[in-house]
């Protein structure tokens, strides 16, 4: 039995954001509750070829505004903008740029993919060039733990640091093992989050291949993902990173932080049952959000607002509404549900921690993002989805719901704080 009175409480005093509605916490924030979509046909190649021309690509990101240019040079995507989320998130904290205590800091950053753009390129350069002439940055441009590292380096925090790849777990389970090292007491503060940036040719042909990207919506790219309606299609790929930063409650209170949430709970587990399929049954999401739940010490009906993982494929929504009517028995019909991938399409490993900034928000700002294009239900989804428009309502606690390849599960519980 979890000790809830006495363990160390964490608490989150900064965010960022980078999304397709923008490259700040600030516009992504008013594009979800203003419903405005954020996909687009694709720009950063040539996918006349798919049958899936659309993507969430970020519009207006400058990696110069926060590294170096000869830096970001050698730096993928998802690295540049995952550092940027990072310092967004220490700003509006109020911290310095560098860590004081530097041993009692702690980095959790995590992708579904990484820089498997720069990986690409090192391939085809070595294969076409000889090794000689190729960029000797192509390879630790790719490792999956470079966001961790620039974060780290940027900030220099000794402490602890991790990669989380769960795929689209990743920026939902990097939170929770973030706030884990808080709890047991080797670190004070952590930079906790999640990046993908990989529209690339070889990602979505991937993912047409699979069939798992709509193909009747390339002429409205903003009704292309559509959660729990009956006519969803597949998911949207995009690009994106979100960071937070979690301190002890002792940490924040001593130097005088804002407190936006407290991180009340978490948990993580495998559906053991398919690398790519779901769990007809919903056990493992069912499994997991109780377990969050429990670690929280919270009962159920204490649930104002779930932020689904709600990716738009056939599959993922009847089986996440099914988990969540498990979980929640009636409760579930008094549950104000959502799923911001409507807008922002599906970012792998930053889905999760940008979602979490959402539900943060939601608990700031009294205001649930809505599901957009949600138009015809569907039978199976016969849930409370927010749909088309934003509602105003207060948010004492949230759970955020991220299911992904590999039957990777995670939840995460945010409530307001409260001294």
């Known amino acids: 039995m979890k000790d809830h009175q006495n363990r160390t409480r964490v608490v989150i005093t900064g965010m960022g954001a980078i999304s397709p509605l923008g490259a700040s916490l600030e516009q992504t924030w008013q594009g979800w509750i203003a419903g405005h979509s954020g996909i687009r046909r694709i720009t950063q190649f040539d996918a006349s070829a798919l049958p899936c021309q659309l993507a969430g690509e970020i519009p207006d990101f400058k990696a110069e505004d926060y590294i170096e240019r000869k830096e970001a040079r050698r730096l993928p995507r998802s690295a540049q903008i995952a550092l940027a989320t990072a310092i967004q998130a220490a700003r509006q904290a109020g911290l310095p740029d560098m860590m004081p205590d530097g041993e009692r800091c702690g980095v959790v950053f995590g992708t579904a993919i990484g820089g498997a753009d720069k990986i690409d390129e090192g391939i085809q350069s070595i294969r076409k060039n000889g090794y000689d ?15 961790s590292f620039l974060i780290a380096h940027r900030f220099q925090c000794l402490g602890p640091n991790s990669t989380i790849t769960t795929a689209c777990a990743t920026g939902t389970q990097a939170i929770g093992e973030g706030a884990e090292f808080i709890r047991r007491g080797i670190a004070d503060l952590v930079f906790a989050g999640g990046t993908e940036a990989l529209i690339q040719d070889f990602a979505i042909g991937g993912f047409c291949s699979m069939r798992a990207l709509p193909v009747n919506y390339n002429d409205r790219p903003d009704a292309a993902s559509r959660p729990f309606d009956l006519n969803r299609e597949g998911f949207i790929f995009s690009e994106g990173a979100a960071a937070v930063v979690l ?6 209170l001593a ?4 407190i936006f949430a407290e991180v009340a ?3 993580s587990c495998s559906d053991a049952f398919h690398v790519a399929a779901l769990d007809p049954e919903a056990k493992g999401p069912a ?4 377990w969050a739940l429990q670690d929280a010490g919270i009962a159920p009906e204490q649930i104002d607002y779930i932020n689904a993982h709600g990716t738009s494929t056939p599959q993922n929504d009847p ?5 969540i009517k498990m979980v929640f028995g009636e409760h579930a019909y008094k549950l104000a549900i959502s799923s911001t991938k409507s807008m922002v399409g599906h970012a792998m490993g930053a889905s999760g921690a940008l979602e979490a900034i959402a539900c943060a928000q939601a608990i700031v700002n009294g205001v649930i993002p809505p599901t957009i294009n949600y138009e015809t ?12 428009q934003a509602r105003h309502l207060q948010v004492n606690v949230t759970l955020s719901n991220s299911f992904g390849l590999g039957g990777q599960n995670a939840c995460l519980v945010l409530k307001k704080f409260v001294l």
Not at 255 to 258: D, G, L, V
Not at 319 to 323: M, N, S, V, Y
């Open 133 to 147: 002439k190729t960029n000797p940055f192509v390879l630790p441009g790719g490792i999956p733990n470079l966001s």
């Open 247 to 252: 301190e002890s409650l002792e940490h924040a």
């Open 255 to 258: 130097r005088n932080a804002t």
């Open 265 to 267: 709970g978490h948990a």
């Open 287 to 290: 499994r997991a959000m109780r």
């Open 319 to 323: 089986a996440e509404t099914k988990a």
């Open 377 to 388: 239900p569907d039978p199976e989804c016969d849930l409370d989805y927010t749909p088309n």
